[in-house]
């Protein structure tokens, strides 16, 4: 199995808009959708690849204009991403 190097903290409307923009499978979508009901803040767990692809995937979803009226909320999801994949903070006190 794959190391889960990256812990990258997400809210619920991370969540969403991954699922949404994002195009993950396997291990990674699957700790998505069982996320806890009533859970606000989750640390989820991927590796490093699976960080760059998902940055690489939302990226292109705001830059190809297939994040509609989200674009907003994909771009500042993937400066989080961005920040946690070049400090190693995965940490969501970056944003507020």
Not at 53 to 75: F, M, N, P, Q, Y
């Given at each position: 199995m794959?190391?889960?190097t990256e812990r990258i903290q997400l809210?619920?409307?991370h969540r969403d808009l991954i699922l949404k923009y994002g195009y993950v499978s396997g291990r990674l979508?699957?700790?998505l959708r069982r996320?806890?009901?009533g859970q606000a803040i989750r640390r989820v767990?991927?590796?490093r690849v699976e960080l760059q692809w998902l940055i690489?995937?939302?990226s292109h979803s705001c830059v190809k204009g297939?994040?509609?009226t989200d674009v907003e909320a994909v771009a500042d999801l993937c400066d989080h991403l961005e920040y946690a994949q070049q400090t190693g903070d995965g940490d969501?006190?970056?944003m507020w």
């Amino acid at each position: 199995m794959a190391n889960l190097t990256e812990r990258i903290q997400l809210t619920r409307e991370h969540r969403d808009l991954i699922l949404k923009y994002g195009y993950v499978s396997g291990r990674l979508e699957a700790s998505l959708r069982r996320w806890p009901k009533g859970q606000a803040i989750r640390r989820v767990g991927m590796t490093r690849v699976e960080l760059q692809w998902l940055i690489g995937d939302l990226s292109h979803s705001c830059v190809k204009g297939k994040a509609g009226t989200d674009v907003e909320a994909v771009a500042d999801l993937c400066d989080h991403l961005e920040y946690a994949q070049q400090t190693g903070d995965g940490d969501l006190d970056m944003m507020w």
